[in-house]
């Protein structure tokens, strides 16, 4: 609002309910004309004034999009919001362009995954850090009071374990984590289970961070029995799954009764206030947003690059994949160092997941790749 109405003197800017579908639906209810009184305290605030909506995008839904702005005279457009907030954008501005319109666009993406392509970090990254670290705290000291205790914690995360191993990175009270990039198994000599067991004999308590997408790095042989037991869910609960199953594992085979507490913050991590950090980026990707559209500039997203703002062509960030963990990353082996965890994998499922891990970081260096080659004729034009 400040670098819009102060910094430029715009007249008149709108904030639109419930994402894409808030252009067409309730209207106008759902257009609010919003000003510096409106947006008094919001900072202070968690979650988002505006919503957010988990509606399908439709070539209909967009061209009943772009027809309200032209109704309403509309000439900046400015989308917050992840990958599908940004993909929807990119399709109304190939409808803008193909309209001819004189209409500007500029996407800020926002993901608390922090998986976004080629950005150093996503506006609340760091608030989710934060107060991820205070339930792993919380973990470590329940599972600290009791005999052989076991804290589980789920985060966010659902393709990506950024959050759980930044995390884990910087509570140091971690001892095992999982994420979906990465293979893991249960059960065996070398698998998950016995990892847990051998470190509660030996410390009298462990400390585990799951992300909550984590199931899709078990095992094809482990999946289906997670399938099997949690049947019904799209994408099912590994934390709540291994909260129930590794009592029973611990009794029958070491004839231990483990003391497992289960924490999952996601919904009040996601409802808290912004830290100073990610409220400071905020302010200044809106300042920028708003300043390259005045400087001529359109089509692109703005985000932070080697600590520099920087605009990234809206098309070319669409296009690329979402980062995700290397095994062979420095960060996912600084954790290795901080956790001492091994890879709980059988040395033949090592090799077998090592290599189709290797495989599918192949394809998306090669998507880079021919992104780069893209790139050149922005240059070039």
């Keep these: 609002m400040e670098a819009i ?11 639109i309910k419930w994402g894409f579908s808030g252009f067409t639906e309730d209207f106008p209810e759902n257009w609010i004309e919003l000003s510096a009184d409106k947006l008094h305290e919001a900072q202070n605030r968690g979650g988002t004034f505006l919503g957010t909506s988990m509606e399908e995008f ?18 900046h457009v400015y989308v917050i919001g992840g ?127 799951i992300s909550e997408g984590a199931y899709n790095g078990l095992i094809h042989e482990d999946r289906e029995i997670v399938n099997k037991a949690m049947a019904g869910e799209d994408l099912p609960d590994l934390a709540a799954f291994i909260k129930k199953d590794l009592g029973a594992y611990a009794t ?37 947003a708003v300043h390259s559209v005045m400087a001529g500039f359109t089509d692109c997203v703005v985000g932070i690059v080697r600590n520099s703002a920087v605009m990234i062509p809206l098309d070319i960030f669409i296009e690329a994949k979402n980062r995700k963990i290397k095994r062979k990353s420095p960060e996912w082996q600084r954790l290795l160092q901080s956790t001492g965890q091994a890879h709980f994998l059988s040395d033949e499922n090592f090799k077998r997941m090592s290599d189709f891990e290797a495989k599918e970081n192949l394809k998306r260096k090669q998507t880079y790749m021919d992104i780069k080659k893209q790139s050149q004729s922005y240059k070039e034009s």
């Design 5 to 15: 109405k102060q910094g430029i003197g715009v007249n008149k800017v709108y904030g």
């Design 58 to 75: 439709s070539l209909d839904l967009v061209e009943k999009a772009v027809e309200r702005l032209v109704e309403m005279k509309i000439n």
């Design 83 to 209: 990958d599908g907030s940004m993909k929807g954008l990119n399709e109304m501005r190939e409808l803008i362009r193909e309209s001819k319109l004189k209409i500007s666009v500029i996407g800020v993406p926002v993901a608390i995954d922090n998986d976004l392509p080629y950005v150093d970090r996503s506006i609340g990254y760091e608030t989710c850090l934060e107060n991820a670290i205070k339930a792993i705290d919380s973990a470590n000291v329940e599972a600290e009071a009791a005999e052989f205790g076991v804290g589980i914690v789920r985060l966010m995360g659902k393709h990506c374990g950024f959050i759980a191993l930044g995390s884990t990175l910087a509570s140091r009270d971690v001892n095992i984590c999982l994420v979906p990039e990465l293979h893991f198994q249960l059960k065996g000599d070398q698998g998950l289970y016995e990892a847990i067991m051998k470190r509660a004999k030996a410390k009298g308590h462990v400390v585990i961070v």
């Design 252 to 288: 029958a085979e070491h004839k231990v009764k483990l003391t497992i507490k289960y924490l999952d913050p996601m919904e009040s991590i996601r409802a808290t206030k912004a830290v100073s950090t990610d409220a400071d980026m905020a302010s200044k990707l809106a300042t920028v």
